[in-house]
């Protein structure tokens, strides 16, 4: 059985190599949508989405 694993916004922004701000500027300008938001308002996102385009120009 394959786990799939989530990724924190800092860790998303690690991969990428970018600021955790940055990754969550895309999410509230709608150009990357987390797995999942957390009650906390923390966004999770898969391991999908490190490599994933982002649309962004």
Same mark, same amino acid.
């Given at each position: 059985?394959?786990?799939?694993?989530?990724? /924190? /916004? !800092? &860790?998303?922004? *690690? !991969? $990428?190599?970018? /600021? $955790?701000?940055?990754?969550? $500027?895309?999410? $509230?300008?709608?150009?990357?949508?987390?797995?999942?938001?957390?009650?906390?308002?923390?966004?999770?996102? /898969? &391991?999908? *989405?490190?490599?994933?385009?982002?649309? &962004?120009?």
């Amino acid at each position: 059985m394959q786990t799939s694993s989530v990724l /924190t /916004t !800092r &860790e998303l922004a *690690q !991969r $990428r190599g970018v /600021t $955790r701000q940055h990754i969550a $500027r895309l999410v $509230r300008d709608g150009k990357l949508t987390p797995a999942t938001t957390l009650s906390n308002g923390a966004y999770l996102f /898969t &391991e999908d *989405q490190a490599n994933a385009e982002t649309g &962004e120009s």
